[in-house]
């Protein structure tokens, strides 16, 4: 007679694209998974911001069978130039920055831009059509009394200030930037529609991020005082202060929504697991923006978590050892990430005399010698591990 195999089950707290994320890997690894978030849909839907989607979240994706449904509500991006502005130096990065078989993908791109609520819209249909996964939404989390059926495993994904991290007593490091970033959607003449923007400005670096038919999402750091003062102007003045932000080619012709400011800062938890809990996402780290670095990081947590519960699943590891090893796998990248991150913003925003011959040969070099081009976006598109390994 054989022995059937005991049911794995997870409970994911947090049901943003990374907690959603988290739930749909640990159901195709095989578990069975309840997803839960106080807010309702309604309120999970209404961020008004966009993503910049990396090879490292495509290819999580494609292993989730949910790439080709994504893939069609983001927009591809086939070049990315960094500008920067103090030395105006400018280098682009182009497919073949990415290597001969990626550049030779069918719809090869070097990254993508997608909207938060078409992502989210998709992200929940799919949860609560899922036979191994349970949805609650806009319900408060359960009492600690409650009788609740057993989890083999719990995840935090619950962002920043984590209720799940904080009940369990994990504390984290982490200080605040002098920056915000102000996110908005405008409409751009002087880029094309598969073109995204890195701008390094001495104020912080800016994005400028294609979505398609000459829409831009823009995410512009600058001093916190700065960003309240560009976030109470008027549309025309609002305009006025971009078309100055901006390089001479890029010209802002409209505002399409409400500009909105928020804090940045760098948060790490001190770590990221106890007793049967992982954090994931931005409740175990948070880092500076620039680069697209944020959220494709969150879904290398999911990657590396999807992994461990296939294992466990099949029985090559216990589910008890599974929060540790998550915890071992997911530290050189996060901190690699945070530390790269941090010092690009460092680096260059700024307008040090010393600093800027040094930016100017090092972008220099960057644009004479494509080995250098790829390497740098296998970092960006992959993570800064990438270049341990090769």
């Given at each position: 007679?054989?022995?059937?195999?005991?049911?794995l089950r997870a409970l994911v707290n947090g049901a943003g694209p990374t907690g959603a994320l988290t739930a749909f890997a640990l159901a195709d690894a095989g578990w069975q998974v309840q997803i839960?978030?106080?807010?309702?849909?309604?309120?999970?839907?209404?961020?008004?911001?966009?993503?910049?989607?990396?090879?490292?979240?495509?290819?999580?994706?494609?292993?989730?069978?949910?790439?080709?449904?994504?893939?069609?509500?983001?927009?591809?991006?086939?070049?990315?130039?960094?500008?920067?502005?103090?030395?105006?130096?400018?280098?682009?990065?182009?497919?073949?920055?990415?290597?001969?078989?990626?550049?030779?993908?069918?719809?090869?791109?070097?990254?993508?831009?997608?909207?938060?609520?078409?992502?989210?819209?998709?992200?929940?249909?799919?949860?609560?059509?899922?036979?191994?996964?349970?949805?609650?939404?806009?319900?408060?989390?359960?009492?600690?009394?409650?009788?609740?059926?057993?989890?083999?495993?719990?995840?935090?994904?619950?962002?920043?200030?984590?209720?799940?991290?904080?009940?369990?007593?994990?504390?984290?490091?982490?200080?605040?930037?002098?920056?915000?970033?102000?996110?908005?959607?405008?409409?751009?003449?002087?880029?094309?529609?598969?073109?995204?923007?890195?701008?390094?400005?001495?104020?912080?670096?800016?994005?400028?991020?294609?979505?398609?038919?000459?829409?831009?999402?823009?995410?512009?750091?600058?001093?916190?005082?700065?960003?309240?003062?560009?976030?109470?102007?008027?549309?025309?003045?609002?305009?006025?202060?971009?078309?100055?932000?901006?390089?001479?080619?890029?010209?802002?012709?409209?505002?399409?929504?409400?500009?909105?400011?928020?804090?940045?800062?760098?948060?790490?938890?001190?770590?990221?697991?106890?007793?049967?809990?992982?954090?994931?996402?931005?409740?175990?780290?948070?880092?500076?923006?620039?680069?697209?670095?944020?959220?494709?990081?969150?879904?290398?947590?999911?990657?590396?978590?999807?992994?461990?519960?296939?294992?466990?699943?099949?029985?090559?590891?216990?589910?008890?050892?599974?929060?540790?090893?998550?915890?071992?796998?997911?530290?050189?990248?996060?901190?690699?990430?945070?530390?790269?991150?941090?010092?690009?913003?460092?680096?260059?925003?700024?307008?040090?005399?010393?600093?800027?011959?040094?930016?100017?040969?090092?972008?220099?070099?960057?644009?004479?010698?494509?080995?250098?081009?790829?390497?740098?976006?296998?970092?960006?598109?992959?993570?800064?591990?990438?270049?341990?390994?090769?």
């Amino acid at each position: 007679m054989v022995e059937s195999k005991p049911v794995l089950r997870a409970l994911v707290n947090g049901a943003g694209p990374t907690g959603a994320l988290t739930a749909f890997a640990l159901a195709d690894a095989g578990w069975q998974v309840q997803i839960s978030d106080p807010l309702p849909a309604a309120v999970l839907l209404e961020r008004s911001r966009a993503y910049a989607f990396t090879h490292s979240s495509q290819r999580l994706l494609e292993q989730l069978g949910l790439w080709s449904a994504v893939q069609a509500l983001l927009v591809p991006f086939r070049s990315l130039e960094l500008l920067d502005l103090a030395t105006q130096r400018q280098v682009p990065f182009c497919l073949a920055d990415l290597g001969s078989r990626r550049a030779a993908a069918p719809a090869a791109a070097v990254g993508w831009v997608g909207q938060h609520r078409p992502l989210m819209t998709l992200l929940l249909e799919r949860l609560g059509a899922h036979p191994a996964i349970t949805l609650e939404l806009g319900t408060p989390p359960p009492h600690a009394a409650a009788k609740q059926p057993p989890h083999d495993l719990i995840v935090a994904a619950d962002g920043p200030h984590s209720p799940s991290r904080e009940a369990l007593g994990i504390g984290v490091l982490q200080w605040a930037y002098r920056q915000n970033c102000l996110t908005a959607l405008v409409q751009l003449r002087g880029s094309a529609d598969d073109q995204a923007w890195e701008l390094l400005r001495p104020e912080g670096p800016f994005a400028v991020l294609p979505l398609g038919d000459g829409l831009f999402q823009l995410v512009w750091s600058a001093p916190a005082q700065r960003c309240r003062q560009l976030e109470s102007l008027g549309d025309s003045a609002f305009l006025d202060a971009l078309a100055g932000a901006l390089p001479d080619q890029l010209q802002p012709d409209a505002l399409l929504d409400d500009p909105r400011a928020f804090p940045v800062a760098l948060l790490l938890a001190r770590r990221l697991h106890r007793g049967h809990t992982v954090l994931v996402g931005e409740s175990g780290h948070r880092c500076h923006p620039v680069g697209g670095q944020g959220l494709n990081l969150c879904w290398r947590d999911v990657a590396t978590l999807h992994r461990l519960a296939r294992r466990t699943a099949a029985g090559r590891l216990a589910v008890h050892r599974l929060p540790a090893a998550y915890a071992r796998r997911r530290w050189p990248d996060l901190l690699l990430t945070l530390l790269a991150t941090d010092l690009l913003v460092r680096f260059f925003s700024n307008r040090s005399p010393l600093l800027l011959p040094l930016r100017h040969l090092a972008l220099l070099l960057l644009a004479k010698l494509a080995p250098l081009r790829q390497l740098s976006l296998s970092a960006m598109t992959d993570g800064p591990c990438q270049l341990l390994r090769r």
